[in-house]
C-alpha cells in the first residue's frame, strides 16, 4: 500500500459538556494540526498516490469552515462534543465527499483508504481512518 | 477506527547480553519517550475514544516503576533484554491489565486496539501493537 | 552561558480587535507549547541552572490560571490583544515573580536571563527574552 | 506486532514529466528523511525485531546510490517519474532484497513487514508497505 | 525583545565546487524548511511584532524565485557555493529588503532583528542573524 | 552572525547526589539528543561556517568516550553531577579543543562563538554558550 500525507492546521474555539471533561467545560480552544493521509495499493500513471496540490487545496476547503471559529456556534456540531477524535472523523468525510466529489482529479478514484489525524498539543493526538466507500 | 494518542517519557538505566549488542553490553541508560494509542470502532456516549486524563495517569502509573530505575535489578525483567522492542511489549500488556481492571474508566471497555511506541532517539523507536482480548 | 529549558502547554479561547487580524477577529482558539528557558553564568553548587521539578511547577503555576480559559473574560486583558508575542511577555513576568518570590528555589536567585516562547502551530511561534532585573 | 525504525536521509535532484507537476517539471531536488519500520510477531532469542546496528548499515547502503544524484540520469528510473511515493517503493524493494540477502542478520527472516517512509518537507511524507514474500 | 517566527520552506536542485564538498559537488538537491524570526524590542499599537499574515507572504515571495529551480542556473549566485549557510544571508537580504520596502506593512519598521535559519535535514541547519540597518 | 548546527546522539548511565535530585538520585540513565553550532560572522573562501563532515566527525569524536557509559564510573567526572547543563559544558570544552587542535579543519580557525544543546526528551533541554578564545 502507498500513501501520501498533507499537513495543515486550524484553530478553534469550543467547550465540552460532561463532567468527564472537568475544566475544558469551559470555553476555551485548540489549534489542531491536521494530516490528511492518502493510500491506494498502486500509483497512478504519473507515479503519483495523489495529486499533492489538490490534495492541499480540498484539506483547506474542509478546514476553511472551522477556522477561527467557535464551534458551539456552528449548527452541524449542535449537541455533540467536538472532541479531537469527533473532528478527525468529521474532517474525513468531508474530505472523503471531496474525493467523492471529483475536487482531488480523476485518478483519485483509486484512493482505498483515508486517515486523518489531529495533533493537539506535543502530548497528544487523535485519528480516524477507514476505507472509502466504492465507487459505482 | 478512531485512536486518541497520549505521550510520556521515562529515563532508565539497563545492560544488555550477546555480541549483537556491541558496546550497549555495557550499563548505559536511554530516555524513552512514549507514546500509548487507544483504538476503538466507535466513540463513547461523550465523544470520546478514552478519558484522556485517566489514560494519561494509566500510562504514568504503569511507567513509575521504571522510572530512574537499572532494570538490570527488576526481578521481572531477569533474563531478559529489555530492549526498546521489548519494553514496547511489557507497557502494552500493564496498559492493557489496567484496561481490563477499570483504571481507564467503564467506557474505556469498548477499545478495541492498543499500540505502545518508544522513541529512544532521534533516529530509532520501536512499537508493541495489538488487539485487546474481548472481556467476557 | 548555561540554560535549561522545560515545556509545558496551555489551551485557550480569544479573539482580537483590529483589522491587521482579519479572520481572528472572531473568536477562536490556540494551544500554546510553552518553552521556558532560564539562564545564569555558571552553575549552582549541585551543578544546576535551576531545580527543574521546581521549574516546572513554577511553568505550570504560570499557566493554571490561563488554562481552559476564554482570555477576553479576563479582567487582566482588558484592552489587550492576547497575541502569543503578548502572551509570551505576560508569561515571562509572572516567572520572573515565581523566581523572585523564591518559589523556584534558593538556588534560583543566580538566574540572569529569562525566555518564554509560544508555539502557536507547526508554522509559528513567538517569544520574549530579557534579563532578570538585579535583586537587590 | 512487533515494530523497529531506522532513520536517515538522502538528498538528491530530479525533475517530472507531466502537466499535473505544475513548477516541479522543472529540475529541483529534495531532502528525503527516511524511516524504515521492521514489523514481525515475536522478537528473536536476543530481544529483537532486527539487529539495530545491520538495520541502519543496509538501510545507508540502498540509498548511497541516490546520494548526491540527479535522479534523471540513473537509468534505472528512465521513463519513471521519481516522485516520493515512487521512491519510498523503491527503497522498500531493495530493502526487502537485503533481508533476503541475509544482510541483516540470519534472525531478520522473521522480518514479516517493512514499511518505508520518506518525509520530504515539515508538510508532506509519503510511504510504501507490505509484508515481505515468505523464503522457500 | 520580543520575537514572531513564521515557517515555510522550498525545494531546490545545486552543486558545489571545491573538494571540500566531497560527493555534494555534483548535481543534488535540497528541502529547505525555512524559518524567519522577526525581533523588536517592544510591540506595536496592536499588540504585534509583525502582522503575521504579510510576514508569511514576504518569506513566500522571497522563497519563490527559488523554488523548483536549478541554484547553478541562476545569475545572481554565478561563482558562488550556494550552502545552506550561504542560502540563509541571501534570504536573509532579501526579507530586509522587503521590511525596508514597507512590505510588510508600516509597524514593521520597529523591526530591530532578523534571523533566518534553514533546516536541510533531521541532522543539520543553518543560519543568518544581525541588526537591520536604522531607517533614516 | 552566520550559524551551522550538527546533531548526534549519546545514551548514558548516571546518578546524581543531592535531595534536590529526588528519584533520579538511584542509578538511571538518557539519551541526550546533542546539537553543536558553530558562529561565525563571514563565511570562508568555500560559503562555509565550517566542514560540516569534519563537524560532524568532531562531534562523535567526543561523544564516543560517553557513548554506552555510566558516567558515574568514569574518572574525569568523579565529585561532579553529571546534569544536563553540565554535560553540554563538558561537550563545548571538548570540541572547543577540536577546533584549537585544527581537528575541524585550517578554516575553522574563524569559528568565534559555539553552542552546544542537549535534548533529554520532549519536555526537557539544557545548553551552554560561549565566545572561542581568540587564538594567538
Known amino acids: 500500500m502507498f500513501s501520501v500525507c498533507v499537513r495543515d492546521h486550524v484553530m478553534i474555539a469550543h467547550s465540552f459538556r460532561g463532567e468527564v471533561f472537568g475544566p475544558a467545560q469551559r470555553l476555551h480552544g485548540a489549534t489542531y494540526v491536521v494530516d490528511a493521509e492518502f493510500r ?66 480523476p485518478a483519485a478514484d483509486g484512493i482505498a483508504r483515508l486517515r486523518v489525524a489531529l495533533q493537539e498539543s506535543h502530548l497528544a493526538w487523535a485519528a480516524y481512518e477507514a476505507d472509502l466507500p466504492r465507487q459505482a
Open 40 to 105: 491506494r495499493p498502486a500509483l497512478d500513471a504519473d507515479g503519483l498516490v495523489v495529486d499533492i496540490g489538490l490534495a492541499g487545496q480540498a484539506l483547506r476547503a474542509v478546514l476553511e469552515p472551522l477556522a477561527y471559529r467557535n464551534l458551539d456556534d456552528l449548527p452541524e456540531f449542535a449537541g455533540a462534543n467536538t472532541t479531537t477524535e469527533y473532528l478527525a472523523g468529521v474532517i474525513w468525510q468531508r474530505l472523503a465527499e471531496a474525493i467523492r466529489a471529483g475536487r482531488l482529479g
